[in-house]
């Protein structure tokens, strides 16, 4: 069982920076790989990236290649999602998850945090 909480978003103008985080409590944290989605308004949850427990492979959405990164840290049972040169198509509200396997279907995906907002102004 794992509960997820994410923290870190807020407003930004295009071009800025935000470092999303989640912590994880339960002691399966670093057997999970970690994801995060998602969700524009007006529109449903879609994959931006996601990690293996070994901090080893990462996957990413195709929009968010080259400008996101996501790491882990499992001393602290945390991911983090840094990202860079925010546009507008950015703004959503943001959500972690874990899952067996890096993958980029929500669906596989077994917990969920409750989200956090952010808001890109152009």
């Known amino acids: 069982q794992l509960h997820l909480v994410e923290s870190g978003g807020g407003l930004v103008q295009t071009g800025g920076s935000l470092r999303l985080s989640c912590v994880a409590s339960g002691r399966a944290f670093n057997r999970h790989a970690m994801g995060w989605f998602r969700q524009p308004p007006g529109k449903g949850r879609e994959f931006v990236a996601a990690?293996?427990?070994?901090?080893?492979?990462?996957n990413y959405a195709e929009s968010v290649e080259g400008r996101f990164t996501i790491s882990r840290d499992n001393a602290k049972n945390e991911v983090y999602l840094q990202m860079n040169s925010l546009i507008p198509d950015d703004t959503a509200v943001y959500y972690c998850a874990a899952a067996a396997a890096t993958y980029s279907r929500s669906s596989l995906y077994d917990y969920w945090g409750q989200g956090t907002r952010v808001t890109v102004s152009s």
């Open positions: 990690i293996d427990w070994s901090d080893r492979n990462t």
